[in-house]
């Protein structure tokens, strides 16, 4: 995703929280369904290019310090710390 590349994923689990609408929900059970969203995207096409930007997008507001400061700032709820506006985790 970060890459821009449109993404076909199953329709399981976090994932469609995480993908939002930047790829393609599928079961994971139906392989005519695989089958029909890699057909949707094969080749150079306005979808292909949709949601390869969509992609892209949704990656970025993801990253790696955002996530460690979230569960810095979890565990210093559970303990009863009060929160700081800018950790050095």
Avoid at 50 to 60: H, I, M, V
């Amino acid at each position: 995703m970060s890459q821009g590349a449109p993404v076909i994923s199953s329709n399981v689990s976090s994932i469609p929280e995480i993908l939002d609408d930047a790829g393609l929900l599928i079961d994971p059970h139906d392989g005519e369904a695989l089958l029909r969203a890699m057909r949707h995207l094969a080749g150079p096409s306005a979808l292909r290019r949709e949601l390869g930007a969509r992609a892209k997008a949704r990656a970025a507001r993801f990253s790696w310090q955002a996530a460690a400061r979230r569960v810095a700032e979890i565990y210093r709820e559970a303990l009863g710390r009060p929160r700081y506006a800018e950790s050095p985790v």
